[in-house]
């Protein structure tokens, strides 16, 4: 899957109150810590989830069902 900074302003609300170098220095970290990778064309710059990434975020939301569970079960 891939994404440009475009596509996440226009459709993640919350994103739309941020300011463009916030997003950008956001974009910077993830790819300084290989969760996303870039690819730049002469139109914009694209995004990609990496293998790294996938990982990250499916142990986060692992990690958040389980609080959440554990939360109702108190």
């Known amino acids: 899957m891939h994404f440009t900074k475009y596509h996440l302003i226009t459709n993640i609300k919350d994103i739309k109150q941020q300011r463009p170098d916030r997003l950008a220095h956001i974009m910077e970290m ?26 990250v975020y499916t142990k986060w939301a692992k990690d958040f069902l389980d609080f959440v569970r554990l939360s109702d079960a108190l």
Do not use: F
Not at 34 to 39: A, M, R, T
């Open 30 to 55: 993830l790819e300084q810590n290989g969760l996303i990778k870039s690819i730049k064309t002469s139109n914009s710059t694209y995004y990609y989830t990496t293998s790294k990434g996938l990982d």
